[in-house]
């Protein structure tokens, strides 16, 4: 009998031991993988939804690690692949299809700019769009987009020509090679690209299109609990202003250079953007003055 009361007893302070032991070992860490190579300091474009993701993720509480993709994907393969369930997030310019196949947060990270155009042009067709001030002159023109991009069928719904190709670098060499008359690019990206090709590209100087877009996270559909915690973490930097802080360190410079009051606006209509979108809520976009067209 007391041979088997100290078994007894041995065997709960085994089991004592053991739980003390799970409890004191973390869980590990959630693998979240967004749908893009290894981010580097370089990729200036990519690193600011980089950083918004880590910094919403660790502000929500959650326990997750982001890893990168291992392929380099063009944007409608990203997206395909969150909704096979093979990536997990990614940074997309928002649509009625896309909110149907994926599951978005509806915070925009660009808080809209990316609906904001200026045109690139080539060099030695820098006065193209010299006296085109309505939606009427644009049409006169052509322009160059990526085949995938939502920005296409805003352009022709339009009625505006458009040119397509894969990859952006396609795009630019169309341009200098005048397979089209402009290549409209946001105010938060056409700056830096402009000085990488100075001896062949201009920033048409006078008007700047306009449609109202966002860039979301995205995620596969099963992923509310991912989904939320991005979104609490999102509106967390909100709240203590490390959000305006990224925001103004990523786009302050450019929109600064690309004196939008000093524009001539020609408003286009987004067909592609959800009835869900936020629109009111006036503290998620950016506001600036623009100079509309007499017309």
């Keep these: 009998m007391r041979t088997l009361l100290s078994a007894v007893v041995l065997l709960l302070m085994l089991s004592g031991f053991a739980s003390k032991a799970a409890e004191a070992k973390p869980n590990p860490a959630r693998v979240v993988v967004y749908g893009s190579p290894l981010i580097s300091a ?12 880590t910094a919403a993720l660790k502000a929500s509480g959650g326990n997750y690690q982001l890893k990168p993709a291992n392929l380099d994907m063009v944007q409608s393969r990203v997206l395909k692949e969150i909704e096979l369930g093979n990536v997990d997030v990614y940074w997309s310019m928002t649509s009625i299809e896309r909110e149907k196949q994926l599951l978005p947060v509806r915070i925009p990270l660009d808080k809209g700019l990316n609906g904001w155009r200026l045109l690139l042009l080539a060099a030695d067709q820098a006065d193209i769009a010299e006296g085109v001030d309505s939606l009427k002159g644009l049409r006169r023109l052509s322009f160059l987009q990526g085949h995938d991009w939502p920005d296409t069928q805003i352009l022709r719904f339009n009625q505006l020509k458009v040119l397509t190709a894969p990859h952006p670098e396609q795009l630019f060499d169309m341009l200098a090679r005048h397979r089209a008359s402009a290549f409209p690019r946001s105010v938060i990206e056409i700056e830096q690209e402009q000085q990488k090709a100075r001896e062949r590209f ?3 100087p006078e008007l700047v299109m306009h449609y109202p877009s966002a860039v979301y996270f995205f995620f596969n559909k099963t992923e509310k609990q991912l989904a939320a915690d991005v979104e609490r973490g999102l509106q967390m930097l909100r709240k203590n202003g490390q959000f305006e802080l990224l925001f103004q360190q990523r786009y302050g410079d450019a929109i600064k250079k690309a004196r939008l009051a000093q524009r001539r606006v020609i408003e286009l209509k987004n067909p592609l953007l959800p009835p869900e979108t936020p629109l009111s809520d006036s503290s998620l976009w950016y506001q600036q003055q623009l100079k509309m067209p007499a017309d």
């Design 42 to 53: 370089e990729q200036t474009a990519q690193m600011y939804p980089f950083k918004l993701l």
């Design 202 to 204: 201009v920033v048409e």
